[in-house]
């Protein structure tokens, strides 16, 4: 039972960093990006392409999340932000982008999947029953410590206090002198960034390819919708629930069926509690 729950937190983090991303830009743009799986597909592919090379490993990732940050970036700067004002265009131009971004991977890398091998790879850490390999280790703390520096980002400082201002009313911010654009792009760079950590946590776990991208939205968008739109904190919730859930229903009945429990939990906490685990009437950052 423990080590089963242990592989459910690694794939709630996992969730968690996916999901904080798409919540992030969604509760200062309401955009729903779905661009961002697009993204991590990018990452995860310099990653693995960086380390085929003859990098270091830590060198490697630091590609793959610098490649996150700037193609999140520039779909803000070519497609969203000259949609911000028709929100029913959103969902097609974000559906679109992911698609491009999909078919640059498969064109660039073909439909194959690659497996990123890492310096991790052999440790295996042991404590009483449970056991947990040096790879999931060091993507769990990676996992920790990006949410928590995107958690001191947006309480303690001038530039998080600007977009969480943007995200709860972007008139008055506007009123107040708050530069829009800058906010709109530092929310894409951020989620950039985290889809980077989850493309090197996911390359080393998961086989790299382009159909990655179908997977990695439908789990991002339940764990969103499960911790509520614009909810940081309630996608970090939802991500661990969702990946503890799956877990449990891998081990214990099927690991076939492992979407179909988290889809099971999403119906089940809409009919109890629509607005998500943390329900919210307005979007925020928080």
Same mark, same amino acid.
């Given at each position: 039972?423990?080590?089963?729950?242990?592989?459910?937190?690694?794939?709630?983090?996992?969730?968690?960093? =996916?999901?904080?991303?798409?919540?992030?830009?969604?509760?200062?743009? *309401?955009?729903?990006?779905?661009?961002?799986?697009?993204?991590?597909?990018?990452?995860?592919?310099?990653?693995?392409?960086?380390?085929?090379?003859?990098?270091?490993?830590?060198?490697?990732?630091?590609?793959?999340?610098a490649c996150g940050a700037l193609v999140? =970036?520039?779909?803000?700067?070519? @497609?969203?932000?000259?949609?911000?004002?028709?929100?029913? @265009?959103?969902? @097609?131009?974000?559906?679109?982008?992911?698609? #491009?971004?999909?078919?640059?991977?498969?064109?660039?890398?073909?439909? *194959?999947?690659?497996?990123?091998?890492?310096?991790?790879?052999?440790?295996?850490?042991?404590?009483?029953?449970?056991?947990?390999?040096?790879?999931?280790?060091?993507?769990?703390?990676?996992?920790?410590?990006?949410?928590?520096?995107?958690?001191?980002?947006?309480?303690?400082?001038?530039?998080?206090?600007?977009?969480? $201002? &943007?995200?709860?009313?972007? *008139?008055?911010?506007?009123?107040?002198?708050?530069?829009?654009?800058?906010?709109?792009?530092?929310?894409?760079?951020?989620?950039?960034?985290?889809?980077?950590?989850?493309? #090197?946590?996911? @390359?080393?776990?998961?086989?790299?390819?382009?159909?990655? $991208?179908?997977? &990695?939205?439908?789990?991002?968008?339940?764990?969103?919708?499960?911790?509520?739109?614009?909810?940081?904190?309630?996608?970090?919730?939802?991500?661990?629930?969702?990946?503890?859930?799956?877990?449990?229903?891998?081990?214990?009945?099927?690991?076939?069926?492992?979407?179909?429990?988290?889809?099971?939990?999403?119906?089940?906490?809409?009919?109890?509690?629509?607005?998500?685990?943390?329900?919210?009437?307005?979007?925020? &950052?928080?």
């Amino acid at each position: 039972m423990s080590q089963v729950l242990v592989n459910g937190v690694f794939l709630g983090c996992l969730f968690a960093v =996916v999901a904080v991303g798409l919540t992030l830009v969604y509760g200062v743009m *309401e955009v729903p990006n779905f661009a961002h799986a697009g993204v991590i597909v990018l990452s995860a592919y310099t990653t693995w392409s960086a380390s085929a090379a003859g990098l270091p490993f830590a060198l490697a990732a630091l590609a793959g999340i610098a490649c996150g940050a700037l193609v999140s =970036v520039l779909t803000e700067v070519l @497609a969203y932000r000259w949609i911000i004002d028709r929100p029913a @265009a959103a969902p @097609a131009v974000a559906l679109g982008l992911m698609l #491009i971004l999909q078919n640059v991977a498969l064109r660039l890398y073909g439909g *194959e999947g690659r497996s990123l091998d890492t310096p991790y790879d052999r440790v295996l850490l042991r404590l009483g029953g449970v056991s947990l390999s040096g790879v999931k280790a060091a993507l769990v703390v990676l996992a920790v410590v990006s949410l928590l520096a995107l958690h001191l980002l947006l309480s303690r400082t001038s530039l998080g206090r600007a977009m969480r $201002a &943007v995200a709860q009313d972007r *008139e008055a911010a506007a009123i107040l002198g708050i530069p829009m654009r800058r906010q709109y792009a530092l929310a894409f760079l951020i989620a950039g960034v985290l889809g980077g950590v989850a493309a #090197i946590a996911y @390359a080393p776990t998961f086989q790299v390819s382009p159909y990655m $991208a179908d997977e &990695v939205l439908l789990s991002a968008f339940v764990v969103v919708v499960l911790g509520g739109l614009g909810s940081v904190w309630g996608a970090v919730a939802g991500g661990l629930v969702l990946g503890v859930v799956e877990g449990l229903g891998s081990a214990y009945l099927s690991p076939a069926y492992q979407s179909a429990f988290g889809f099971l939990l999403l119906v089940s906490i809409l009919v109890l509690r629509p607005g998500g685990l943390r329900s919210t009437n307005a979007r925020r &950052v928080a």
